[in-house]
Structure formats: structure tokens, C-alpha cells
């Protein structure tokens, strides 16, 4: 995506790590979840000082992986990057967590989020367990224990002359399908490769003790789900027509998601634009927005699909040719 460069930093453990996108781009957020764990999210409503936004960070480790944004500003002030105060610049950060704490993991620091900075470019996104998405499950309506592994996506297509992609880190409590409604991560059943849909799951979760916290009877408690999402474009959208676009993109949770935006998920969508290219008709808008939704749907398939074991995504392909 012109004006974009998407970095990844992974935990030496491979169960934990973060995600930043470099700007500078404008932004506007839609929260659909009930659980979100965000950070300097303020800066992105349209009434806001800040125009521009310097850089986003999607990062494991709940509300403690927020820590990794120190790092990402502090990446960016040493090379004079943020919003000019008159006495230093001060990098705009805006970042949002998904729940994967487990015992004997460390958390996302400062640290891993300098790494990912470091680790930016502008070629093509890594994909699967890594960043953000490397400590990511789905389908845990029946409990943790059926599982399965999510990860992180990414899509793109364009809409006439403005490119338009995104990024979703999948680690939803329901279950992840595809266009044809075929599911293809979630909660397992007892044979492999077999899914329980979200009836199944969620009876077998009842009998497991599905309202009690994890660990002890195998059910989510709230704040242990998310899906993260970010789609940019280079369209030269103002932040109130971002805040249409992101509206329209969030749809792409429900279409891929099920049950999505519970008690139990903090899921965010953000939309970013870089670009200075004037949109040539009132329809473009509807374009880009509709096309956002579109590549969403496909970065949250392709997730789950890259973080099979196998790393296989021809059975993706088959799907989304």
C-alpha cells in the first residue's frame, strides 16, 4: 500500500509478539467489540488537534502489550517524527491489544516494539503465527482446549486508481469461515477435521461451563477474544469519510465471524489513507469502501489459513482464486 510500511516483532517463544504500521496517514476507528483494550485512540476522531497520525500498533499481551507503543514512539521521536509541540516532536500512536496471555509468557515491551519498526517495509506482509497474530486461537465457544490456531492476514485490490488493503489479526471466541460458508477455523470436533458449528459449540461449552473463567471450566471469560483489523487505502479521504469507509469495512467481521462483537471480543477496525490524489466521482466513496469490506473478509480468511501448520494456502486459493 503506497505511504504504508507493516512491520512484524515475534517473541523468541513464537506465542506473543506485535504489529506496527507506519504512517504518517490520516485515521478514523470503529469499535465493535465490548472488551477493547486501545490506547490514544482520541486522536483519531475528526474534532481532534491532530491531523495525521504517525504510526498504529497491533500488539498481544492485553493491556499490558500496550507498552510496546512506548517503544514505537520513542522508535519515532529519535528520528524527529510526531505532531510539532514547539519544544519536541511527539509521535502519535494510537495501538489496540488482543488477550493472549498465557503462564510462562512474557509480554510485549518497548523492546519488541522498536523490533517492529525496525522490521518495517513495504513489500509484501508476512503472514500467519507471527506479530501480533502469533499467539492468536479461534473457536473457543467450547472451550480453549477445542481451539484452533489464528494469526494474522492480509488482502488487497484495487478500485480504479486508488489501491486499497488490509491486515487482520484473528482471535475471535466464534468460529471463522469462508465466502461459500464452509468453516475452515474454529471449535473442533471429536474427529480431525471435523468443526462444531456455533450451536454445537456452544452446548458442548454449557456442559464444559462455559460461564466460568478459564481454567476453570474450560469456558471465555470477557476480554480474552479480539479481532484486530486495519484497511488503508491511498484514496485522499478526509477522516470523516474514513469514519464511512471503516463503518462499511467493520461488516466484514459478521461475514467471516460467527458469533462476532460478543461480550467476550474487543474487536477494533481501523482505516487509514495516505493519499493526494482527488476521488474523481461521489461514487468512489461507495467504492472504496465496499472493496475495503471485500479485502477484510479475504486478510481474516487468509489468517487462519496461513497459520495451519502446513502453511498451506492453496486450499485458500481454491476459494478466493
Known amino acids: 500500500m503506497p505511504g504504508l510500511r507493516v512491520g512484524h516483532a515475534t ?25 477493547t483494550g486501545t490506547r490514544e485512540l482520541g486522536a483519531l476522531d475528526p474534532r481532534h488537534l491532530v491531523a495525521r497520525i504517525d504510526a498504529l500498533l ?9 507498552a510496546a507503543a512506548d517503544g514505537v514512539a520513542g522508535w519515532l521521536a529519535e528520528r524527529g517524527i510526531g ?5 519536541a516532536p511527539v509521535p502519535i500512536v494510537p495501538a489496540a491489544v488482543i488477550f493472549d496471555l498465557a503462564e510462562g509468557v512474557p509480554r510485549p515491551d518497548a523492546a519488541l516494539g522498536r523490533q517492529a519498526c525496525a522490521a518495517a517495509g513495504d513489500g509484501p506482509v508476512e503472514e500467519g503465527r507471527v506479530g501480533a497474530g502469533a499467539g492468536a486461537t479461534v473457536g473457543k465457544l467450547a472451550g480453549r482446549e477445542r481451539s484452533s490456531p489464528g494469526g494474522i492476514g492480509s488482502a488487497a485490490g484495487r478500485s480504479g486508481d486508488h489501491a486499497v488493503g488490509a491486515l487482520a489479526v484473528v482471535n475471535a471466541l466464534g468460529n471463522v469461515s469462508d465466502r461459500t460458508g464452509r468453516i475452515v477455523a474454529g471449535a473442533r ?4 477435521g471435523e468443526w462444531l458449528d456455533t450451536a454445537g459449540a456452544r452446548r458442548l461449552g454449557a456442559t464444559a461451563g462455559f460461564a466460568r473463567k478459564e481454567g476453570k471450566g474450560g469456558g471465555p471469560s470477557p476480554g480474552t477474544n479480539t479481532t484486530l483489523a486495519v484497511v488503508g487505502t491511498d484514496a485522499p479521504l478526509s477522516r470523516g469519510e474514513l469514519a464511512r469507509v471503516v463503518r462499511v469495512a467493520s461488516t466484514a467481521l459478521a461475514r467471516r465471524i460467527d458469533p462476532v462483537h460478543t461480550p467476550f471480543d474487543g474487536d477494533v477496525v481501523f482505516a487509514l489513507a495516505t493519499g493526494t490524489r482527488p476521488l474523481t466521482q461521489p461514487t468512489d466513496l461507495f467504492r472504496v469502501g465496499a472493496l475495503a469490506a471485500d479485502c477484510l473478509a479475504r486478510a481474516i480468511a487468509r489468517g487462519v489459513y496461513a497459520a495451519d501448520d502446513l502453511g498451506d494456502m492453496r486450499a485458500y486459493r481454491s476459494v478466493y482464486p
Open 11 to 35: 517473541d523468541p517463544g513464537g506465542r506473543t509478539g506485535c504489529t506496527v504500521v507506519l504512517g504518517p496517514f490520516r485515521g478514523a476507528v470503529e469499535l465493535s467489540g465490548l472488551a
Open 58 to 66: 497491533l500488539t498481544g499481551g492485553s493491556a499490558f502489550g500496550l
Open 83 to 87: 505532531f510539532e509541540t514547539g519544544v
Open 189 to 192: 470436533g471429536e474427529r480431525a
